[in-house]
């Protein structure tokens, strides 16, 4: 089983639309989780940290569930410049993030 | 503007070259990495360097060289390296080298080894 584990997609969402993501996770001890962004051809950039409690961003909501190992990833009234690859990262400790290979999105006017 | 740049943005190298990524960051950050990304796999991390000092390695063949001079600078030495090891190689720095650290991630150089 892979560490951090997304589907790949691609997500193709219109306009407007809510879309959400999901991301499994396999070591229970994981200690803190994020989403990146990375725009194509560009380098990944922090979207949010996700809390234990959820927490919302704006648009971007992000929840864990530790239960059962993963965290998501809501995005409401999705706009075009949301299109990009969402990358899960989980810190499972020793100074080392673990990135999953990401979700592509793409927004349809 | 995200405050780490690279150069070279592309390399092209014969496996038989020896060539050098050079990553800088502005940030006033303590630690910095090296990542590998190819296509349609998860960024893998390289190494790490805290405070200047090498912390992780992971598993990466000697082929690649890193050197971490300052906190400021990070080296990535390139030398008889294969074709698949062709990739987008990206650096990152952050406050600390703990995981509830904001890592800010360079452009990249895109290597292509022939």
């Known amino acids: 089983r892979k560490e951090v584990e997304q589907d790949p997609g691609p997500f193709n969402v219109p306009e407007g639309a809510t879309v959400a993501f999901n991301c499994t996770y396999s070591?229970?001890?994981?200690?803190?989780f994020f989403w990146y962004r990375q725009d194509c051809r560009k380098e990944p950039k922090l979207l949010m940290s996700v809390y234990s409690s959820g927490n919302e961003d704006g648009r971007f909501t992000a929840q864990l569930n530790r239960a059962s190992q993963y965290i998501s990833l809501l995005i409401r009234d999705s706009k075009l410049s949301d299109s990009a690859t969402y990358l899960c990262?989980?810190?499972?400790?020793?100074?080392?993030?673990?990135f999953g290979t990401g979700t592509r999105l793409t927004i349809i006017p | 503007e995200t405050g780490v740049t690279q150069t070279p943005r592309h390399l092209v190298m014969g496996m038989t070259n020896k060539k050098s990524l050079k990553c800088e960051q502005h940030l006033g950050h303590n630690a910095m990495y090296w990542y590998k990304q190819s296509a349609k796999k998860p960024l893998e991390l390289m190494f790490v360097y805290n405070f200047k000092e090498q912390t992780e390695n992971n598993s990466v063949p000697s082929r690649f060289s890193p050197e971490c001079p300052n906190s400021s600078h990070l080296f990535l030495h390139l030398h008889t390296l294969q074709p698949e090891d062709s990739a987008l190689y990206l650096c990152a720095s952050s406050q600390g080298a703990g995981g509830s650290n904001e890592q800010f991630f360079g452009p990249g150089t895109r290597l292509t080894v022939l």
């Open positions: 990262v989980v810190y499972f400790g020793n100074e080392k993030l673990t």
């Open positions: 070591n229970s001890a994981s200690q803190s």
